[in-house]
């Protein structure tokens, strides 16, 4: 009887045991599939759209840089034409396709549109014709990191900017920062790589918070291209010149140690540098970047929607977003935050202005010198003082957002480039007495951009007839084939992956 | 060998049967505790909470809260007076909330049982006792006491450290980080292997 009895208690304690156990492995196996991609994202995935699928709430925020509504004192979404602001700037970029049409670039939803659209691009017809190289499709899209992976690096660089046209249609987006498997951040462009090797550091060991503003930094820095680098002879190879440094000397020494110019001044055939738009070496110098502060804290800050919290992927000018990206840290009033920024950079900007009218003053004069007869010897170190100078006044105007990152640092810069100014325009006024022309040059009236423009001999109707010559012919025949590289691209949802 | 038979049923065929059973109430115990990972339970590592993800939301706010960087999940929520204290305090907490769990009984929104309150409370004064019991005040600051002592740290820090949303639902995906990055590659290996070419 005893016995009967342990058997049967036995026999409901297993029992029960048993329910206990698979209880814990269904509870178990609920957490796993609590998360259930829509579909599985490739390596090397372009379409942001496909992204979506699984991360609609970063992916939705991310479609909001089509907005081009917000204004700044000097920047915001929307387009604005530089050189019909200010037409000094026609003149400072003669010769270079700066002054052809510069206008500031909308939200990363029209990184590809916007380059079409430039007048810089010119109006190719084909495969191997216009103006740039296939590099300036670097940054444009997470189409680059793609191709780079199907044909290599160099190969990605060499050829026309025409030549790749119908590979490159996704704006910039997931894929560019983005490891789609752990959505980690990553770094996809070899040039900042190479500028982290060229300075002896290892980006890997980057910590996360730095990599909330390295992704940045693989297109928001100074860069150059490189025609001269050992077996890549002719490729315009993508680099930083960050090797001595990122400060504005650092960079400088750099560029006058290798004997680089991006062009040859027009009317002052001074061997100039374009200062691109070093936003995060000036960033690095500023009291934010200081603190621990990454890019993604204020251009994406964390927001909530439905009791989720998220980074908002609209990446935007904080000064439109003054709540989520500002007074999480500073307690102050919206209006007094922006009355704060507007100050630095009207400030900055006060001083840039009369750094800029030295520079136009000097282009002009030392044409008046080469027009009297100056001989090279003469004019040398004053062409450098003019590259020096011009290179600091882009430094400190280019990344648009340097005035507030670093004031201190861009007040240094400035002044450094009004002294450069002086310098060489008391040389020049040295040449111009010495050729008899003791007394200020005549100044042609480049008040507006149209005036500038034809001064310094550019056909903007022709470049314009051009570029809609380009949009009308061939730019339809370079959506319509990438359309049908992407209709036979394969999308994995989960559905197919289950059958 | 007498001695032995004596303690062991009697007739053969139900002792066999009998050890049989035994033996599985055994192996299905050794499962379960692989399966429920019950080693890690006597540990003070913070992802043996989140091994039931019911724990998910409030890990995932301790996980970036202040906190994270100096009091483990035990620092708060266990007693720290004794070591038979905790332990004892530890299963007592951990078999109820085993019991609920699995009778599929847990609310949406967790809350602190009174017992676990009083716990939290005496490990906030551990951590904290300089900043609250400031005795000169007491002198000349009507009730200085009675609000020191009477009220709970919660009722006016009520985010410290896991936020104001609480639910289930309010985490993404249900997905637990890990509180530190792991070491590894932030460019893809192909372009690694590219740029070495």
């Known amino acids: ?499 | 060998m007498k001695k032995k038979i004596e303690i062991l049923p009697q007739e053969p065929r139900w002792r066999k049967i009998a050890l049989f059973f035994i033996a599985v109430i055994i192996g299905l115990g050794l499962f379960m505790a692989k399966e429920s990972k019950v080693i890690s339970y006597l540990s003070d590592d913070p992802q043996a909470c989140v091994n039931c993800h019911v724990m998910t939301p409030v890990y995932n706010s301790w996980m970036h809260s202040s906190h994270r960087e100096w009091a483990k999940c035990n620092d708060c929520h266990v007693p720290h007076d004794n070591v038979f204290n905790k332990y004892y305090f530890k299963a007592k907490d951990g078999l109820y909330h085993a019991t609920i769990f699995t009778a599929r009984a847990e609310p949406d929104v967790i809350k602190m049982q009174e017992a676990s309150q009083k716990v939290v409370q005496d490990n906030c004064i551990r951590c904290h006792v300089q900043q609250v019991t400031q005795t000169k005040y007491a002198g000349f600051l009507e009730d200085h006491k009675e609000n020191r002592t009477k009220r709970q740290c919660w009722s006016c820090h009520k985010q410290v450290p896991h936020g104001k949303i609480h639910g289930l639902l309010t985490i993404k995906f249900n997905v637990a980080p890990l509180p530190t990055d792991q070491e590894e590659m932030v460019i893809p290996a192909w372009l690694a292997d590219k740029i070495k070419e």
């Open chain 1, 1 to 499: 009887m005893k016995n009967k009895v342990l058997f049967v208690i036995t026999i409901i304690v297993v029992f029960l045991l048993g329910l206990l156990a698979s209880s814990i492995v269904n509870r178990k196996s609920e957490a796993k599939y609590k998360y259930v991609p829509q579909v599985n994202i490739s390596e090397n995935e372009p379409r942001n759209d496909v992204w979506g699928e699984n991360f609609p709430l970063e992916y939705q925020s991310s479609l909001q840089t089509l907005d081009t509504t917000f204004r700044s004192f000097q920047g915001g979404s929307a387009m604005r034409d530089v050189l019909e602001e200010d037409p000094n700037l026609v003149i400072l970029f003669a010769g270079y396709g700066f002054s052809k049409d510069y206008n500031q670039g909308r939200g990363h939803a029209y990184a590809i549109e916007d380059l079409q659209n430039s007048l810089r691009t010119g109006g190719p017809k084909g495969k191997g014709d216009g103006p740039m190289p296939a590099t300036c499709w670097t940054c444009k899209s997470p189409d680059v990191p793609r191709l780079m992976n199907e044909i290599g690096i160099a190969e990605f660089y060499s050829g026309k900017w025409a030549d790749k046209g119908a590979e490159i249609v996704n704006n910039i987006g997931c894929a560019d920062c983005h490891n789609p498997k752990t959505m980690k951040l990553r770094i996809t462009r070899p040039a900042l790589v190479e500028a982290f090797d060229a300075m002896g550091k290892d980006i890997n060991k980057a910590t996360h918070n730095e990599m909330r503003s390295l992704v940045c930094a693989q297109c928001h820095v100074e860069y150059y291209f490189d025609k001269k680098l050992p077996g890549k002879e002719g490729i315009p190879y993508l680099k930083f010149p960050w090797k001595n440094g990122m400060t504005v000397e650092a960079m400088e020494d750099y560029y006058d140690n290798i004997d680089f110019k991006d062009w040859t001044h027009k009317i002052s055939k001074a061997p100039m540098l374009k200062a691109q738009h070093p936003g995060y070496e000036t960033f690095v110098t500023g009291v934010h970047a200081d603190r621990g502060v990454s890019c993604a804290d204020c251009h994406m800050p964390y927001k909530s929607e439905g009791g989720q919290k998220f980074t908002d992927h609209h990446i935007q000018s904080p000064l439109n977003n003054t709540s989520n990206a500002c007074q999480v840290c500073h307690r102050e009033d919206s209006k007094k935050l922006i009355a704060n920024v507007y100050e630095r950079q009207s400030k900055a900007k006060e001083n840039r202005l009369n750094l800029e009218d030295l520079l136009v003053r000097a282009h002009l004069e030392a044409k008046k010198c080469w027009d009297l007869g100056a001989t090279e010897k003469e004019m040398k170190p004053i062409l450098l003082d003019i590259r020096h100078a011009q290179w600091r006044w882009d430094y400190s105007a280019a990344s648009h957002g340097a005035s507030f990152h670093s004031p201190v640092e861009t007040a240094r810069v400035i002044g450094g480039g009004l002294v450069k100014a002086q310098d060489a325009r008391l040389k020049l006024a040295r040449v111009l007495a010495k050729y008899g022309h003791n007394k200020p040059i005549d100044m042609p009236d480049v008040s507006s951009k149209e005036l500038a423009q034809k001064y310094i001999g550019l056909d903007i109707e022709k470049l314009k007839a051009e570029k809609a010559a380009f949009k009308k012919n061939l730019l339809p025949k370079w959506l319509e084939e990438a359309k049908n590289r992407e209709d036979k691209m394969e999308v994995n949802t989960n559905a197919s992956l289950r059958k």
